[in-house]
């Protein structure tokens, strides 16, 4: 307990100032001082937290004052050890404070993690927090289990030591699941170092070691009732390779015997809960309730437990460690039978024996599983053999031995059994791989105090005072190894030293010796035990005690707490007893193989870690083969507490040769309740598992320790301006001394300022002063500009006011004088109103008068009118009629007429026509001119159809005139008739009239009487009209008010509805693209994971070939033993030209082939289907193939007469060749002059000649695609017209005379039209069949009218085709004529194919069944042709080198005879040969041609040995994929489809292969990256895909690949691309990943704004790497140098912002993620920094023109955290504001980082737990993931959007150095 000094306590005692007192109920209780604590005062005056004010007294004698209180802000710390005051009740409230407040469960205490079992599942243990704690340092981040494993995993990487985790506690404090969580932890990060999947056998042997070793007691429902110890073995790589198990002390009396509300172990349950199961029917098993052995706790079931699914978990889990079926259900026979056995029903014979039944069902169950006899299980059972020096006799037992010998042979089965489970989990996670280190994990128990305490709590109690003394030594090194690095002075530390209790337990002498002295004794009791413990200890051992009222009892002053316990049951115990004749019948099983296994030897059931029967320990005594059985019998009767000391022992130098760290287990609370802290309980436990020691150890030293640089920001406020120095340390070194005179209070290390207990807070309360006194500054500089800003408000209301009413009086005095004379006015235009209104009426009245009179007039003169008008249309109608029938008339004469005339005239026409139909064939027989005779008759029927024209035009103005004529004297003849009428009419009406005039006179006198009466209602109406007129006025104006209220709501419902359908719109949309995004990521995911399993091969098969392993241990996110990405490159080596085409073959990348593979399911199954309509096909073809073989034969020997005839033609015209070229031989050699090359010279004659030939042979090529055009019709017209016979029928002999005319469509249809006429003219006519014969002829006139004009229209285009065609001919030919000779035949030749070819077409759509073979013969043709002009090429090449060789020739023989002789110009001029100038001046049309051998070397040179930083540079962004396409595209322009396979084949494996190779070089992958996705573009711009070509120019359409479609190859090149760019980012990720943390968390970009809390131990030195300090700018150079490599390599701008968004992702997912795993980082200061950083990133983006790329989005989650951590945290409104602004943030996240916030100055204040819960509930309707932290391994699903390139392809030159000259432009 800390003290403090007279002076010390003057200062620190004062006022206000809070301490802790004892409670006997909370063990300890706040109290804060009313007044000052003075010297010599006896006590203090305290108030308590509920205000009630109490006396403490202090002690007379020691004078000790309470425990100080630690400041608000170090309460909540991770680490004890910083807390300024460390004693019990600051330690106890911490953990309080951290478990209820904040629900932390781990805390760390120096080299201790305590961990606190919340009774409540946490989401604090996925493989997302593995990965955030993996290679972190212990204190960067909260305290964890995991932070200990990785930890002891680096430790052991770095150091080369063995490493062990102690894991402590009492029963049902979490051991367990800490064991099991640190275990899953080595298996996540380390990954296994072999196919067996070591790791998941490590985790597999938990269900089965929980479900035979665990079992419910009153304080834990799954409490581990044996200790283990797992050791998990490491390679020299550091990856898991196998592990080891030892156990200790297993609590066999639970087997037998189980206390109220506690179960015995869980594989009896899960048995019983599976009885029904059909294999278990053998095991005879029901309820667990059925069974004595299970049965006594009467607790047989668990909440929230299925023992059946657990069954299966265990099943699952012996199967993966190679334990099968047989074997289990083998255990599951013993397991029964022990259950059966307990069940034996023993009766009393009498005092000293007794019976067991005859038949009894559950012996005869046992006897039945375990394969032994009825009768020698029941004989002894009852029964014991004694074996004295002379003789052997069998002895009764009472019924009570009889049930303690049953129960003991129980407990042996189980532990034998345990034993063997043990050893056979041990073989199966061996491995033959050899053990470099290993980690030691041990599960133990805890120190255990009950009401009663027997010999197991001894043993456990004794374990736990060896692990103590070795914890205080531990802690007692580090804590003067610290010491010593900082080279301060020191002295040595007294600590409490167990080695007297640990003596009193096993030195000689000892507990353990007497009791085995007992036990050989044989008449030893527990009674006589005891008497020699009180003689031999009870006055020589201040640590071993009498009860006062019992005898059978000792009391032994543990480390933790005096222990009571009863000596009862001691000696039977640990002699462990079993009757050897019930082994030995147990051995003679015959059926049961495994029991016999069990019971065999002695030897072997000991388990393979030296474990004995009954204890699980392990010890490594020898045991010599040849006295096997001696030896077993004395193992046999060794004691168990023997054992036991030997393999705790053996335990102990484990732990003494490897580096240990613990973990404490505390259990809350007794009832199992989530998150209930009983003071009482926890306390015990810390005081029972040193955690209090370790404080008490820190406290007597240093505890407090800075850094300079932490102590200069936390204390800068202390310090005035001449104080702060360059150097900081001497800067704090004048600062502390001024601040503290006691220089014992404090030490100066080399890198650290260590201080007393209690000066951290001394120090805070002056820094709270000092910060108390600025704000009190601050506030009354505030409130004094807030109170003057107030006064000058008002000063300005009030004059405000004041010109307002003053304006308000002047207003009211000019609104009476403006209603005075605005009534004066009003007076005067009423009166003149009146005035004008009486006016008004009498001029209305007189005005009436004139209007009525003047009306009766014009009605009168509207009559007449009318009248006359219907006069008018009477006679023209008539006069109309007349003359319509007089036309009818008419009409009808000149139709018969015509008809008449047209009859005669048609009747001589068709006697000619039969005339000239009889002489047709003789006409096409005698004259071939019968063309000029169609013309001449064609050019009539012209003439004819004019003439009609013209008759029918004149009939038509005829008929016309003549209609409008009769429509005129009919409407004339109308109107005559109308006016007839009307005259009559007005003479009838004018009597009429005047009666009328009479009688309306009367009327009208009548009239003005009543106008007068109405004239006075009028008025009396009109004034009650205007009274309502202006209500309804008032009401409309209502009524518009609340139209436009209506108006408006309905305007603002319609904009609600538009913004709640955009809304939703934008969420749909926003669905799509996430679930697009998720397919994309899906994708690209299966895509990773295949190229990691092939890198997985890749590796396996290095390590097959020998290859050295090397440890290579990687960051915290990259702590899986996979590799991300993986490459698949099967060629090795590219110099082996003998391999190559066998390795691309095998290189062919995987996904291309497997769509190949679901491409040919695909074709097999259309290829079933068309087979079987080939079959039905195949049927009909045979038919027909009859019918053709005639006609084939004769075409096939034209056809062949005609190829040999063009070979023969073709040879002779090779000869001719050969005979030129060696003409010109001879000339070129014979010819020396020096004007050899001059026009009119020997060797010009001879190229002359040749382009003549040339000429000549061109010409040729015509005339034979003439007679090959003039074969092909006349092949038709035999053909079509064979065919015509044979299909026509007797009814179309007409049609025949058509065919034979072959001319166009119109003569055809005019001749039939005259045939059908000259067969209706051989019967009889009559009138009607004349009107019908004459339609038809006018029918047909009409026909050959339209079709004349068609025909003119079709002779037109073709005209316009013609012209185009000779156009284009004069093109080529003048083409041809600049091209050499050479060149010239190959282009005629292909042009005259071209036209061929089209001409086929058009004949084909014409008449597809007549063009069929001729087509057939064509290609064939066209076949051999180009096969024959691919000869004549090789040969022109051929000749064309020679050429140039002997042109060279010619050059040297001319200089060197003109030397001398000749002008410069002239020497010049000669080795120019007009010859080769065409083909140097050609156009390249962007092709790279190469030889198949230089493949090889195109691929080293321009992939696997190119350096990107001098390509990026130098040339142009992406050459070598422009050079790979150009390859391509002469590979597709050559038709050659291996080329082109092989060279993508190369390319994608040489591209794998140079990022494997350099796969972490960030400037080689982005490089590679962005020539992969210009090649991807180049396939698509030039694919010929109508989409892709939109933005080429006409020069790039001619570019396009003509021969292959490359899609499939674009998927797998685009596979690729995601590789390369997840590799960029992985790489990326891997540079900015250290870099992260401290620039985003740690560095303090805005100076002084960030303060620094005691650290204590958190920052061990064990933990800290040497690494440099990162800042924001750090990150932000590293975003430019990302940014500049990308642009200059030529990436995609889309796939650039992708890559920066993925960028900020991670650095906003990796600080958010260490914000949440970091209590010391939630402070509002902190808040400040990170916006003050993202604003900086935000910046960056915006200087780079990336703001729309979605990267700022991805900050948003950091950025509302940093404003959470910053906004106001009391009110319900405040919750409100944080629910709505934390919209990225889950509902965990943001409960987590309130529960961390951490005050840094006493001005701040903590975030309630009533708030915490506020926000809780107002968030729980939120549907969002349960994650804690954000996925740090997450990518963007990435797009390459199409991106053509303008470069054209035939400007692009190739650099020397890239050492390509064996490539060849084309």
């Known amino acids: ?248 002390l297993l609590e066999k009396s639970r087997v037998v015997f189980q206390a109220d509300e506690e179960r015995n172990y869980h594989i009896f349950y899960q048995l019983c809960a599976s009885a029904d199961l059909p294999e278990f029917k053998i095991l005879r098993l029901s309820s667990a309730n059925d069974f004595l052995y299970t049965r006594q706790g009467r607790s047989p079931v668990i909440d929230g437990v299925d023992d059946t699914k657990e069954l299966c978990i265990t099943r699952k889990a012996f199967t993966l460690l190679g334990i099968n079926d047989s074997y289990q259900m083998g255990l599951f026979q013993v397991l029964a039978a022990i259950l059966h056995l307990g069940n034996v029903d023993i009766k009393e014979r009498d005092s000293d024996s007794c019976i067991i039944p005859p038949n009894n069902r559950h012996l005869t169950a046992f006897c039945e599983l375990v394969g032994v006899t009825y009768q020698d299980m029941s004989q002894w059972l009852c029964h014991r053999k004694l074996k004295t020096a002379t003789e052997t006799y069998v002895k009764t037992l009472s019924r009570l031995q009889a049930t303690n010998s049953r129960d003991a042979l129980s407990k042996h089965i189980y532990a034998k059994l345990f034993n063997w489970i043990v050893e056979h989990v041990n073989k199966a996670l061996i491995t033959n ?22 010999f197991e709590q001894f043993c456990i109690n004794y374990a736990n005072e060896k692990l103590q003394q070795q914890f205080n030594m531990h802690v007692f090194k580090l804590e003067q190894e610290e010491y010593m690095k900082e080279q301060i002075p020191w002295t040595l530390i007294d600590f409490y030293d167990n080695q007297p209790c640990i003596n009193l337990i096993e030195a000689k002498m000892g507990i353990l010796d007497l009791l085995d002295e007992e036990c050989k004794m044989p008449k030893g009791s527990d009674d006589s035990w005891a008497q020699k413990l009180y003689n031999t200890h009870l006055k020589t051992c201040n640590l071993f005690e009498k009860p006062r009222m019992s005898n059978r009892a000792f009391i032994i002053q543990h480390f933790a707490d005096k222990v009571e316990y009863q000596c009862d049951g001691f000696l039977e115990k640990n002699k462990d007893t079993v009757n050897e004749e019930q082994i030995n019948v147990l051995k003679a099983s015959k059926k049961f193989d495994l029991l016999v296994e069990l019971f065999h030897d002695e030897e072997k059931a000991i388990s393979p870690t030296g474990q004995v029967p009954g204890t699980g320990g392990r010890t490594r005594l020898s045991i010599k083969p040849d006295k096997s059985r001696d030896k077993s019998s004395k193992e046999h009767k060794k004691t168990v507490g023997c054992q036991f000391r030997n393999s705790l022992q053996m335990l102990m130098e484990t732990l003494n040769a490897t580096t240990p760290h613990y973990v404490r287990c505390i259990k809350p609370n007794d009832f199992k309740m989530a998150f209930s802290f009983d003071p009482k309980r926890a306390v015990q436990q810390l005081r029972a598992c040193g955690v209090l020691e370790t404080i008490r150890i820190s406290a007597a030293g240093f505890p407090s320790r800075w850094t300079y640089q932490e102590f200069f920001s936390r204390y800068r406020v202390l310090m005035v301006q001449k104080d702060v120095l360059p150097d900081k340390k001497l800067t704090c070194k004048n600062v502390l001394e001024k601040l503290v005179q006691d220089q014992d209070k404090y030490q100066f290390g080399k890198t650290k300022i260590f201080f007393r207990a209690g000066q951290v807070a001394y120090l805070e309360k002056l820094r709270a002063d000092k910060l108390r006194v600025a704000c009190i500054r601050i506030q009354k500089t505030i409130r004094c500009w807030l109170a003057r800003k107030k006064y000058l408000r008002q000063r300005s209301a009030a004059i405000t006011i004041q010109r307002f009413t003053r304006g308000y009086q002047a207003r009211c005095l000019a609104k009476f004088m403006r209603r005075t004379q605005a009534a004066t006015m009003i007076q005067k235009y009423q009166r003149m109103c009146v005035e004008r209104k009486r006016y008004r009426k009498k001029q209305a009245a007189a005005l009436a008068l004139q209007k009525i009179l003047r009306a009766y007039q014009a009605r009168q003169k509207y009559q007449t009118l009318l009248r006359e008008s219907k006069s008018v249309i009477i006679q023209r109608h008539v006069r109309g009629w007349l003359a319509r029938c007089w036309y009818k008339r008419c009409l009808v004469s000149i139709v018969y007429l015509q008809c008449c005339i047209r009859r005669m005239r048609a009747r001589r026409e068709l006697k000619k026509l039969k005339i000239e139909a009889r002489s047709v064939e003789h006409f096409k027989k005698l004259n071939r001119g019968m063309e000029n005779k169609i013309m001449q008759l064609q050019r009539k029927i012209d003439e004819q159809h004019k003439d009609n024209r013209l008759m029918s035009d004149k009939l038509n103005s005829l008929e016309t005139s003549y209609t409008t004529e009769s429509e005129r004297m009919r409407a004339e003849l109308t109107r005559l008739r109308g006016a007839e009428e009307d005259a009559k009419n007005k003479g009838n009406q004018v009597s009429s009239l005047q009666e009328e005039l009479e009688r309306l006179r009367k009327e009208l006198s009548t009239t003005q009487q009543e106008k007068k009466n109405i004239e006075d209602w009028t008025q009396a109406y009109k004034d009650k009209m205007e009274k309502m007129v202006s209500e309804l006025k008032e009401q409309n104006g209502l009524l518009k008010t609340e139209k436009n209220d209506l108006n408006r709501l309905i305007q603002e419902q319609s904009q609600q509805m538009n913004e709640k359908m955009v809304r939703a719109i934008a969420q749909e949309t926003q669905q799509l693209e996430t679930d697009l995004n998720e397919e994309r990521s899906r994708y690209q995911n299966l895509l990773t994971e295949h190229l990691r399993l092939e890198e997985k091969y890749d590796d396996l098969k290095e390590e097959m070939r020998g290859s050295k392993p090397g440890h290579r241990r990687r960051d915290s996110t990259h702590s899986s033993n996979e590799s991300e990405y993986t490459y698949n490159s099967e060629y090795t080596d590219l110099e082996e030209g003998s391999r190559a085409v066998e390795d691309v073959t095998r290189g062919i990348d995987t996904s291309l082939t497997l769509k190949l593979q679901k491409r040919l399911t695909e074709l097999e199954q259309e290829k079933q289907s068309l087979r079987n309509e080939l079959e039905n096909k195949d049927e009909q073809f045979q038919r027909a193939r009859a019918r053709d073989n005639v006609e084939f034969k004769k075409a096939r020997g034209a056809e062949l007469e005609y190829e040999s005839l063009k070979r023969q033609e073709l040879e002779s015209e090779n000869k001719k060749l050969k005979h030129d070229l060696a003409a010109m031989r001879k000339s070129l050699l014979g010819d020396a002059a020096t004007g050899a090359g001059a026009p009119g010279s020997p060797a010009y004659k001879v190229l002359l000649d040749q382009l003549n030939s040339s000429c000549e042979e061109l010409e040729v090529r015509k005339e034979e695609v003439l007679i090959l055009r003039s074969q092909l019709v006349s092949q038709k017209e035999a053909m079509h017209h064979k065919d015509e016979k044979e299909t026509m029928t007797e009814p179309s002999v007409y049609a025949d005379d058509v065919s034979k005319l072959k001319d166009t469509d119109e003569i055809k249809q005019a001749y039939v039209g005259l045939k059908d006429t000259n067969r209706f003219m051989r019967q009889p006519l009559d009138v009607g069949d004349l009107l019908s014969r004459l339609r038809l002829l006018e029918h047909q006139l009409q026909t050959q009218r339209r079709t004349h004009d068609s025909e003119v229209e079709t002779l037109r285009g073709e005209l316009q085709n013609v012209k185009e065609e000779n156009n284009r001919q004069q093109q080529l030919l003048a083409q041809n004529l600049q091209l050499p000779p050479e060149a010239r035949i190959e282009a005629s030749l292909q042009h005259e194919i071209t036209r061929l070819t089209n001409e086929n077409l058009e004949l084909l759509a014409e008449d597809p069944t007549a063009s069929q073979e001729a087509r057939v013969i064509i290609l064939r043709r066209m076949v051999d ?52 100038i065409p083909r140097r001046e050609k156009d390249f049309q962007g092709m790279l041609e190469y030889k198949k051998e230089d493949e090889l070397k195109l691929v080293k040179n321009l992939i696997l040995e190119l350096k990107p930083r001098g390509v990026a540079v130098n040339l142009i962004p992406g050459l070598p994929a422009y050079i790979l396409f150009m390859c391509l595209r002469h590979a597709d322009y050559v038709n050659d489809d291996q080329k082109v396979r092989t060279l993508l084949t190369s390319t994608i494996n040489s591209i794998k292969k140079i990022l494997k190779k350099r796969g972490d070089d960030v400037e080689t992958v982005s490089f590679w990256l962005a020539n992969t996705c210009r090649f ?104 430019n140098a990302f940014h500049s490599t990308m642009c200059q390599h030529g990436t995609d701008p889309e796939l650039i912002k992708q890559v920066v968004k993925q960028q900020f992702y991670i650095i906003g997912a990796v600080t958010l993620n260490n914000l949440l795993l970091r209590k010391d980082m939630c402070s509002w200061s902190k808040g400040m920094q990170i916006r003050y950083n993202v604003s900086q990133l935000e910046e960056w983006l915006r200087d780079k023109g990336l703001m729309v790329c979605g990267a700022k989005e991805t900050l948003e989650p950091l950025i509302q955290a940093a404003q959470l951590l910053q906004v106001k945290k009391k009110t319900d409104e405040d919750a409100e504001a944080i629910c709505s602004m934390c919209q990225g943030l889950t509902t965990a996240q943001i409960v987590k980082v309130l529960n961390l916030y951490t005050p840094v100055n006493e001005f701040e204040e903590r975030v309630s737990v009533a708030f915490i819960r506020t926000i809780q509930t107002r968030l729980r309707d939120r549907c969002e993931s349960p994650q804690l932290l954000m996925d740090t391994k997450m990518i963007y699903p990435v797009t390459f959007p199409f991106s053509p390139s303008s470069l054209a392809l035939e400007t692009i030159q190739i650099p020397s150095s890239l050492n390509l000259a064996f490539l060849t432009r084309v």
């Open 1425 to 1476: 042709l180009m096969e024959q002009l691919e000869k004549q090429d090789r040969t022109i090449r051929k000749l064309k080198k020679q050429l140039k060789v002997y042109s060279k020739r010619i050059g040297e023989m001319g200089a060197g005879q003109t030397e001398g002789q000749t002008s410069p110009g002239q020497m010049v001029d000669e080795p120019i040969h007009p010859v080769n």
């Open 1576 to 1679: 991807l573009h180049c396939l698509k711009q030039y694919s010929g895909d109508e989409a892709f070509m939109k933005h080429n120019t006409s020069r790039q359409n001619e570019h396009c690949l003509s021969n292959f479609d490359l899609a499939e190859y674009r998927q797998v090149i685009s596979d690729l691309a995601i590789q390369i760019y997840q590799q960029l980012i992985k790489c990326m990720e891997n540079i900015l990943w250290p870099m992260i943390v401290s620039g985003m968390l740690e560095h303090e970009t805005i100076q002084g704004v960030s303060g620094v809390k005691p650290t204590g131990l958190r920052k061990r030195t064990s933990s800290i790497a040497d690494e440099g300090t990162y800042t924001l700018d750090s990150i932000i150079r590293q975003l």
């Open 1 to 248: 307990m800390e003290r403090v000094t007279a002076m010390a306590a003057s200062e620190l005692y004062t006022k206000r100032a809070r301490v802790w007192i004892p409670d006997a109920e909370e063990v300890w209780k706040s109290a804060e001082l009313t007044k000052d604590y003075k010297d010599g005062d006896t006590a203090l005056q305290l108030i308590l937290e509920d205000v009630t004010s109490i006396e403490h007294k202090l002690d007379p004698k020691t004078k000790n004052l309470p425990h100080l209180r630690n400041p608000d802000i170090l309460v909540g710390e991770n680490d004890l050890t910083a807390l300024s005051y460390l004693h019990e009740p600051a330690v106890l409230h911490n953990l309080k404070v951290r478990f209820m407040d904040s629900k932390l469960i781990y805390t760390y205490c120096g080299i201790v993690l305590v961990a606190i079992n919340p009774y409540e599942t946490l989401p604090i243990y996925g493989t997302d927090i593995i990965s955030a704690y993996s290679g972190q340092n212990m204190g960067d981040m909260d305290p964890h289990i995991f932070a200990v494993a990785e930890e002891a995993y680096k430790q052991m990487a770095r150091d080369e030591r063995n490493q062990s985790i102690i894991v402590s506690g009492e029963s049902g404090a979490g051991k367990t699941v800490s064991a099991k969580y640190a275990m899953r932890y080595f298996a996540t990060v380390s990954g296994s170092a072999s196919e067996t999947n070591v790791e998941e056998k490590v985790l597999a042997s938990n269900p089965i070691m929980e479900a035979i070793g665990n079992a419910k007691t009153t304080r834990n429902d799954n409490s581990s009732r044996f200790g283990k110890y797992i050791e998990i073995g490491f390679d020299n790589r550091y990856r898991i390779i196998g592990a080891h198990m030892r156990t200790y």
């Open 433 to 454: 791989i050899k053990q470099h280190s290993f980690i030691g994990v041990l599960d133990i128990y805890g120190f255990e105090t009950f009401e009663i305490n027997s």
